[in-house]
């Protein structure tokens, strides 16, 4: 078999490569669409909440509880999926100077790394999200292992800061690390002006109404970070696949320039072979 029809069979095969990478690099693109509109909606439900929330403790400042000496969970939202770079990674080395007293691993590639050698083990590994549709069921799983912690620890109300709990996550825009604590949830007021003259009308206790608040506000809010996170891997997804893509053109390229100079030595031979046996019939 000659060289060029060698070179010509893996030219085949980087095509064939090339045709599915192209497909996942579109089906990331199309994902993160869908995705901000989904986030769009959700930050401003999580918006609305915290406004909601400050109005509120504007009357009632004493109801949050500072943290204290409570339990310091860090929940990292890292990739289920490949072709995202470092984007696991990233996550664990942010975090791997500060002091915590467990990790609740979002996503099992970002789990299985945490349980190698030198690397903080994770009290609980939640399977991460592929696509939009799978959010909605991460996010009770996580729950879940959320509020089994707070009973492990003190089965008070959530409002009342038995764990802190912060979420390290990419960002969709820059994708930079965004470290967000989201329990205890709302800054505690100082110097706030009140944003209106007279106390909210409530028909619960306020000590009830805060904690319900809270259970709604964490539940809005891990609904957007999950989206965010799921946007920004996308985003990392699409990144590397346009660059596995670009290599493949411009190796086929370089194939294809390989084939032609073959093919000219092989219709050169040829010629001298035809040459000398006609000079020596």
Known sequence: MSQSHDLQLHITQLE???????????????????????????????????NAAMDFLDFYPNLPIDPGSAKHIYILVG???????????SLIITIADKSHSGIIAIGSRLGNR????????AIAV???????EEVPAVLTELINTINSLKEMNNPTAIGQA????????????????TLRQILP?????????????????INLDAGEFYSDLV?????????????????????????????????LDDESVNLHRKIQMFRQEEITEEIEVILLNSENP
């Open 16 to 50: 064939e490569i090339r045709a599915i990478l192209n497909s996942m690099k579109n089906l990331a693109f199309m994902e993160i669409h869908k995705l901000s509109r989904y986030q769009s909606m959700q930050s401003q439900a999580v918006v609305n909440i915290e």
């Open 79 to 89: 990739a289920e999926r490949g072709f995202c770079g470092d984007f696991n990674e």
């Open 114 to 121: 945490l349980s190698s050698e030198n690397s903080p083990p």
């Open 126 to 132: 939640i399977s991460g999200a592929n696509i939009a």
């Open 162 to 177: 038995e764990i802190r709990l912060t979420v390290v996550y990419h960002g969709n825009i820059s994708g930079c690390i």
């Open 185 to 201: 949830p709302f800054p505690l007021q100082q110097q706030r002006k009140p944003s209106y003259g007279y106390p909210p009308l």
């Open 215 to 247: 259970h709604h506000y964490l539940f809005a809010v891990l609904h957007e970070i999950l989206y965010i996170s799921l946007m920004a891997e996308n985003h990392s997804r699409l990144q590397h696949l346009e660059g596995a893509v670009k290599h």
